[in-house]
């Protein structure tokens, strides 16, 4: 399964993406899921100014950011390597899971172990409720995303879940029909908004694997026209009209209202909003060296562990809180925000550094 650093996938960082990750990681583990300690939403710090605002309402859909994020990335890695046969299926999944599924079971089982705790000493779950062995089985398997039956465990997951299909797609579409690869993703982004629309819910077929699909694809059939638009001359020029073009849509939204105008449908996000917002970063420079320096690539190091992270570090508070303190979360208090952000930071770059990077090497040079 060994590489050549002739064959091996591109590793150069696209710096820009890594700051956008790690940003959009911290806006859903922050603000969108802040939801979890309690209390009234319209009493949250920093409420009253728009933009805390409409982060605390809408960085769910920073999930859809990182599906588009994720067809970048892979696509601009692993696309001509699959297709020329220089990487097979066995190093390209190896690789994806040694990444991905350490700190994944790591988190499930700090989860499941804190909830069954609770459990066993007949006292009410936190967060999640369906935390039963059919659900644990499922996401130990990245299965969640495709049978569960209700939110559970480190349900955040569950965009991890979406992606192992998506990678399953994007390994056939380029490994065994290269020539085909884009009607083929963009046959599947409508196959995508077809299940995604209308909120199907059904076993395999539902509404988060459209999500999935719609983002992942379309984010790396873009990534492709931008590669086209670059050998012509014309990327920088690009980046700039979708900077104008994003520009145009927040100011509009500050009068219209975000959900008045975009919607908070993740659709128009995903093929819009979020492509604007990403190809401005990768091709205005200024802002790609900005969003290049160290302290923006330092929170892409760290997103993966931010984002599966943040609610077993809930979970532990609020189990502390409620059942040992007898006290509830203050939800006002602007320190209550602080201190989860520096201590969710502090507790990823452990994880990061400590036992993320560690397994994924160990697993690389045991097996590779």
């Known amino acids: 399964m060994g590489t050549t650093a002739e064959t091996s996938p591109k590793t150069e960082r696209l710096a820009p993406l890594d700051a956008l990750r790690g940003l959009a990681a911290l806006g859903v583990s922050v603000f969108s899921h802040f939801q979890h300690f309690g209390g009234d939403h319209a009493t949250y710090p920093l409420m009253q100014y728009m933009a805390f605002h409409w982060i ?62 609770l459990w066993a000493r007949y006292q009410v779950t936190v967060i999640y409720e369906h935390n039963d062995l059919y659900n644990f089985v499922l996401q130990l398997f990245y299965l969640h995303t495709f049978f569960e039956h209700g939110w559970s465990y480190n349900e955040p997951s569950w965009s991890v879940s979406g992606e192992v299909l998506v990678y399953v797609l994007f390994y056939l579409f380029a490994r065994r029909f290269r020539a085909s690869y884009v009607p083929l993703a963009l046959l599947t982004v409508v196959v995508g908004i077809a299940v995604q629309q209308p909120n199907a819910s059904w076993p395999i077929v539902n509404s988060l694997i459209g999500r999935a699909l719609v983002g992942f694809f379309l984010g790396s059939v873009a990534f492709l026209y ?57 091709r205005v420079p200024p802002l790609a060296r900005l969003l290049s320096l160290r302290p923006f690539t330092f929170l892409g190091d760290i997103s993966y562990a931010v984002y599966l992270i943040h609610v077993p570090l809930q979970m532990i508070t609020l189990a502390i809180a409620k059942h040992v303190l007898h006290v509830e979360m203050p939800t006002t208090n602007i320190w209550l925000l602080v201190a989860f952000a520096v201590i969710l930071v502090a507790a990823a770059t452990a994880a990061h550094y400590g036992f993320e990077r560690p397994a994924r090497r160990w697993l690389r040079e045991r097996f590779t």
Request: net charge neutral; hydrophobic share 55%; glycine share 8%.
């Open 56 to 117: 605390y309402e809408n960085a769910w859909l920073f999930v859809d950011l990182f599906f588009l994020l994720s067809g970048i990335v892979l696509t601009y890695r692993y696309l001509e390597p699959l297709g020329e046969q220089k990487v097979d299926g066995r190093e390209f999944f190896f690789l994806r899971l040694s990444r991905l599924y350490p700190l994944h079971v790591l988190a499930l089982f700090v989860c499941a172990g804190l909830e069954w705790f």
């Open 226 to 282: 931008m590669q086209a638009l670059d050998k012509r001359g014309w990327g920088v020029r690009f980046g700039w009209g979708c900077l104008a073009c994003f520009t145009v849509i927040c100011v509009a939204s500050s009068f219209i209202g975000w959900k008045a105008w975009v919607t908070v449908n993740p659709l128009p996000n995903v093929l819009a909003t979020f492509p604007l917002l990403i190809f401005a970063c990768l």
